[in-house]
């Protein structure tokens, strides 16, 4: 099985522009997670779909974030406006079903801001 | 509060030798969820091993052991006989087991590792 993809895996944007990542979980996995990675706040989790619903945007920056699972081979995070402190990596992890199971990371996108 | 934290920010040791990595958390669950992950130098983080919290046996995969002392709640990571492709940034995370819980994971700082010939 591939792993979890993640694409672009570089993105540059400037400010005020809008920067769009795409991840596609496992094959088989119901459990999509999206985390934010800084040097500053290390990874930090911003969001989860389960079976494509969203569950959990606890801790999505409440304005110009936002997530999608439109279906269950793929997952969308758009920030719009982008700001410089919006640079880091963004990964994305799956999850086979249970809270039980173990989530496994893609490779990251890594966007900066200018 | 849920918290995971990893006071060593780094460790160089001579290949062949153990290490071990430590690890504290915060819940208020009595049931949950530990992990390490390593994150290698291109970024790519890769889960390692897990400890059930219910689980007195530690856990144990290749040459990576946990030595879980769950009244002080501490999670240790042991890596035997290290090798210079262990030299990565190791990151020590909790998911709590609640009602409605999403199973999101808390993480550490994470502890860079370095294997020296």
């Known amino acids: 099985n591939a792993g979890v993809i993640q694409t672009p895996r570089h993105k540059v944007t400037g400010k005020g522009q809008e920067a769009t990542l795409w991840c596609e979980p496992i094959?088989?996995?119901?459990?999509v997670f999206w985390y934010r990675q800084t040097i500053v706040q290390g990874l930090e989790f911003l969001t989860y779909?389960?079976?494509?619903?969203?569950?959990?945007d606890s801790g999505m920056p409440k304005e110009r974030f936002s997530a999608q699972m439109p279906n269950q081979s793929h997952s969308t995070l758009k920030i719009q406006s982008t700001q410089p402190q919006d640079s880091a990596v963004y990964l994305c992890?799956?999850?086979?079903?249970?809270?039980?199971?173990?989530?496994?990371f893609g490779p990251g996108t890594r966007l900066l801001v200018l | 509060a849920q918290k995971v934290t990893q006071t060593q920010t780094s460790i160089s040791v001579v290949e062949k030798t153990t290490v071990t990595m430590d690890c504290v958390y915060e819940?208020?669950?009595?049931?949950?969820?530990l992990f390490w992950y390593k994150q290698t130098a291109s970024g790519e983080i890769v889960f390692l091993i897990r400890?059930?919290?219910?689980?007195?046996e530690n856990a144990t995969v290749g040459h990576y052991s946990l030595n879980f002392q769950k009244p002080k709640s501490s999670i240790g990571l042991i890596i035997t006989a290290t090798q210079i492709e262990d030299s990565a940034v190791y990151f020590c995370?909790?998911?709590?087991?609640?009602?409605?819980?999403?199973?999101?994971?808390?993480f550490g700082l994470g502890t860079t590792l370095q294997v020296q010939p």
């Open positions: 992890a799956s999850r086979h079903r249970g809270n039980q199971d173990t989530q496994y």
């Open positions: 094959s088989g996995h119901s459990a």
């Open positions: 779909f389960r079976n494509q619903a969203p569950i959990d």
């Open positions: 819940t208020r669950d009595s049931s949950y969820f």
């Open positions: 400890q059930d919290s219910y689980k007195k």
């Open positions: 995370a909790m998911r709590e087991v609640i009602t409605g819980n999403t199973g999101k994971l808390i």
